[in-house]
């Protein structure tokens, strides 16, 4: 990947309050940028608005409105076959020095961030290849109404019950409001007054300092002057540890940015490790405890039944998701190809029995008792009693998520952070609200529908992970 100084920068605005991002988007334009959106919203009949508001650097305006259609409509699509060589070719115009992403609520920030650096599309007079060659995201702002936000996260609607789309979208409200704030750099939030109370506005600013605790934040009434100076004053207090852009890997710090581990405002986040494995049943009839209460949950996690891989759960809302990102490097004789920061975190809780393989868990709880949370993981492990009676035993546990693989571990190659993506969207037949079509986080496929991937078994490719280069010509597929 060439050097971000010779790549035009981007910036993503989201949120699910399309006048709040529009507004965060349209701040920022000034000479020299241009500010490009798809709106989504009728993507299911094949076609999509896409808004290009350009000023150049003399300051003159120039705006465009097009109706792209599309073979197959669906928010990936859009992407790979509009947005992506969109940004290839904005980048050799030599008047375009930085371009403002404007994402429709449906399309989660980080998702976007690894199509460009890893979907290979053409674009006239471009060789094929990535948008991340010419481009590179710098930052994302998010937009958060007060009012609804909270709700927005903690409940279990569909984007299509919500109407933000008129696709078949079986994705939450929930994991796309997650999503959009855990990957953002600096946080907008508008309509403070707006909140019953005090209290209840000081309890949502609990939330946001513990989902994303390297963001910059602003919080603004309704009335208030929305400056370009409060946008970018947002942006440059964010911390260090801040996405800006990159991906999070299944063995990134679960605390990264040091989020606060107190409670306030009934806020806590829970932090849970275990050197043993999770007894599968045990876990799943233990799941609700992700749910009740919790804005979101994610997390490594070793399994009795299946102790070569490395499971990620992530629970927003209503919905909860359990997949296969990868293999313990315990089972794999090669290292060389795996990430140094990977090998040195490994390294440091090393065991001579069971190597790197390990539970760890963070759970967001606004309402949930921390304790309890605890308490039902800890009681969800394998037992001494249980873990005597030999590995054959133990790995004889039934598993109510059926298996991500069953080939020897060493026939296996373990994947870098790079190649196993966390954000991948598998069903799992979970206990309680976590069984409902909510928990499948699916991304629509090319028919317009949500397309659930095999319930439980991990073998599905998580969703930011292209499975082979995906490849795109120009606007038509």
Avoid at 115 to 137: K, L, M, Y
Avoid at 214 to 236: C, H, K, P
Avoid at 266 to 289: N, Q
Wanted: aromatic share 4%.
């Amino acid at each position: 990947m060439p050097d971000a100084t010779h790549r035009t920068p981007v910036t993503l605005v989201t949120g699910l309050n399309r006048t709040i991002s529009a507004r965060i988007a349209y701040t920022l334009l000034t000479p020299g940028t241009t500010v490009v959106s798809h709106d989504l919203r009728d993507v299911a009949t094949g076609r999509v608005t896409r808004i290009e508001h350009r000023m150049s650097r003399d300051g003159a305006d120039a705006l465009t409105i097009d109706d792209v259609e599309l073979e197959h409509g669906c928010v990936s699509c859009t992407l790979r076959l509009d947005l992506l060589p969109m940004l290839r070719v904005l980048h050799r115009d030599p008047d375009v020095q930085r371009i403002i992403v404007l994402l429709d609520p449906a399309v989660e920030p980080e998702q976007l961030a690894v199509e460009i650096a890893s979907t290979v599309v053409e674009a006239p007079g471009v060789a094929p290849g990535p948008a991340g060659v010419d481009v590179a995201v710098e930052d994302t702002l998010c937009g958060i109404d007060a009012r609804t936000w909270l709700a927005d996260a903690t409940g279990d609607l569909t984007l299509t019950e919500a109407q933000l789309t008129s696709l078949d979208d079986e994705r939450t409200l929930s994991q796309i409001a997650v999503s959009q704030a855990r990957f953002a750099d600096a946080i907008i939030i508008e309509g403070a007054d707006g909140v019953e109370s005090a209290y209840d506005l000081a309890r949502l600013h609990a939330v946001l300092l513990r989902l994303a605790p390297s963001a910059g934040m602003r919080t603004l009434n309704s009335q208030q002057a929305f400056t370009r100076e409060i946008v970018e004053g947002a942006l440059g207090s964010m911390a260090p540890g801040a996405p800006r852009g990159r991906p999070t890997q299944p063995f990134d710090p679960l605390l990264a940015g040091g989020p606060d581990l107190d409670e306030d405002c009934g806020v806590r986040l829970v932090s849970f490790e275990a050197d043993r494995p999770f007894h599968p049943e045990r876990l799943h009839d233990t799941l609700d405890v992700l749910l009740e209460g919790v804005v979101t949950a994610r997390g490594r996690m070793w399994l009795a039944s299946d102790p070569d891989d490395v499971m990620w759960l992530e629970s927003a809302g209503g919905g909860l998701s359990i997949l296969h990102v990868g293999t313990w490097l315990a089972c794999v004789d090669d290292h060389s190809t795996v990430d140094p920061e990977h090998l040195a975190i490994a390294a440091l809780r090393w065991d001579s029995d069971h190597g790197d393989r390990h539970n760890a868990l963070t759970v967001l709880c606004h309402r949930a008792d921390p304790d309890d949370v605890r308490r039902a993981l800890y009681d969800a492990l394998v037992t001494d009693d249980e873990m005597s009676r030999g590995q054959e035993y133990v790995t004889s546990l039934p598993s109510p998520f059926g298996h991500a693989h069953r080939d020897p571990c060493d026939d296996m190659e373990v994947p870098s952070p790079a190649e196993a993506p966390v954000s991948g969207r598998a069903e799992t037949p979970a206990a309680g609200r976590a069984e409902s079509p909510t928990a499948g986080r699916a991304e629509p496929s090319a028919a317009g529908r949500a397309e659930p991937s095999a319930a439980g078994r991990g073998e599905s490719r998580p969703k930011n992970q292209p499975e082979q280069p995906k490849r795109t010509e120009g606007k038509q597929e």
